[in-house]
């Protein structure tokens, strides 16, 4: 049973252009949501998180939006960059389990 | 030298073959985990360790086993390899705020 899921494989956006990553998710107990960011033959690295607390975070290019009623947040970059290009994963943790439930991953292309 | 490093980066072995994965780390965290990510399914966790007295299984623990030597070594093992095992795994760690993991590089692992 997928708790956290990423239900597009892959997105191609322009350089410049603004890309949209989504992730839903099930667990109603689930309050810290975290964006990694892969390339490959790296391990992932962390990007950006938000606390159910909130709707919105804002790091830079990167915004993350948070949508409790709908169970799903969304991951903003602005402007695309080709440095973009990897593979995106939505991760999700609840009270006090101290461990990470990740999605399926997203891969990301950013066309010059 | 990376904060968290995973021996071998690659392997490739036989079915029935016993296998250990190794994973050091400098953070100094007390959080331990195994990752194994196969295309289309994402991250899923294996064995975790909040403390080098402290194992829990993860979703997918059948047919591994871990070992928290220290601190800082957690080690990963496939007592008898089988195909299905074959794929990228990592190593991660986090502090006790929980402010996500720290990765290592990952082991890419084949069993024919």
Known sequence: ?112 | DADVTQTPRNRITKTGKRIMLECSQTKGHDRMYWYRQDPGLGLRLIYYSFDVKDINKGEISDGYSVSRQAQAKFSLSLESAIPNQTALYFCATSDLGFGGYTFGSGTRLTVV
């Open chain 1, 1 to 112: 049973d997928q708790q956290v899921k990423q239900n597009s494989p892959s997105l191609s956006v322009q350089e410049g252009r603004i890309s949209i990553l989504n992730c839903d998710y099930t667990n109603s107990m689930f309050d810290y949501f975290l964006w990694y960011k892969k390339y490959p033959a790296e391990g992932p690295t962390f990007l950006i998180s938000i606390s159910s607390i909130k709707d919105k975070n804002e790091d830079g290019r990167f915004t993350v939006f948070l949508n409790k009623s709908a169970k799903h947040l969304s991951l903003h970059i602005v402007p695309s960059q080709p440095g973009d290009s990897a593979v995106y994963f939505c991760a999700a943790s609840a009270r006090g389990a101290q461990k990470l439930v990740f999605g399926q991953g997203t891969r990301l292309t950013i066309n010059p």
